[in-house]
């Protein structure tokens, strides 16, 4: 099935008409556009300078040492789990109210992904809820910065080293926030950051993702995973000593034989294009203007919900540091307001105001009950969210006409 930007089935969201207010979209000016251009006339198409520029680009917004640019946000997860050494007789405890992909790349690798339920006021998984979740065997957090809100604080990533278990963020949601007065994507605290460039992210390459680290060695082994385990030179970064050099004496060959590569691990193809990180390149000179545009459209929605917060309850958490708010996601009480959620969406849209729902709670889809037998009950605060929440449009280019057009329509459809 062809990947939709809003993942939702086409019976709730259609193709949209032209005065329509999606609930996310991305930014695309005339100097994105040059850029993809000028790649798309030069000499490289993928593998050429502009992912090395990209990567750079991406590490100095963050102050991160090492970024690894790769095809997707889910890639970026499985590459690190893979650097991280995670397999079978590992569990990865992650976010129950999260996308997919932060709990199925434990599985990718043969370890079992087990969740933590979510505070109630961030949404996110917590300190307390991880240890209320926590199991010998748990190795790795995946952390998810829900909506854009930055939850891996040092506290918390010090409770998990002391564990003995590896604090990857999932900030898919979160480039261009800040905690502490470090960007996230640069967290000394943490191992690595996972950053995903989908279009209904606040910066976009099409399809991306990236792995941010300050560690030489984990930044070694992501690029080794991201292109088929191919070492073409020792400092490459293998994990095994010289294999160049090892297969050059096996083939018979001087280890300088310019054609020489080695596969030291089971890699994927997992490269991002050119013409993507020119694209990325682009869009993140614009990143901050994204992520201001993103907090006034967000107050402005604060302002006109706040006060309904018995019914409409708008997200009431004001978190440290800078967030760079992704999605806007209302709680509804939709007993109180006589409608179901279906009914809501199908109004506001036909009012010209697209909705999502973020998320089912990813241990109650059918492959983790089946395979794992988790239950309703497990993430109590997550599974009460899923039955509140509507996600309401926010992207940079709406204007405050269409933001109060969503106002409106909400308060018309939930007649308040
Ligand atoms: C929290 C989270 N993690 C991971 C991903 C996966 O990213 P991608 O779609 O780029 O593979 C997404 C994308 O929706 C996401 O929202």
Redesign the pocket.
Known sequence: MSKKND?NPPSVIGPPSSSFVPYGKQSIDQSDIDAVIDVLQSDFLTCGPAVEQFERALADYCAACHAVAVS????A?HVAMLAAGIGPGDRVLTSAN??L??ANCAEFVGATADFADIDPETLCVSLETLKAAWKDDVKAVVA?DFAGYPCVTKEMADWIHEQGAIVIE?A??AIGGSLDDQKVGGFPWVDMT?F???PVKTMTTG???AIMTNDQALADCCRLFRNHGMVRKTEDGARKADPVAELSSVLGHPPSAPWLYAMTELGFNYRITDIQCALGMSQLKKLDRFVTRRQEVVDQYNDAFGHLSSVLCPPSVVPPGTPAWHLYVLQIDFDAIGKTRTGMMAELRERGVGTQVHYIPVHLQPYYREKHGYAPGKCPAAEACYQRCLSLPLYPAMTDDDVRCVVDAVMKTADV
């Open positions: 993942k997707n946000g889910t890639a997860l999260t996308f992909a932060s998810v999932d898919c949601h996972i995903s460039f989908h399809e991306g993702g």
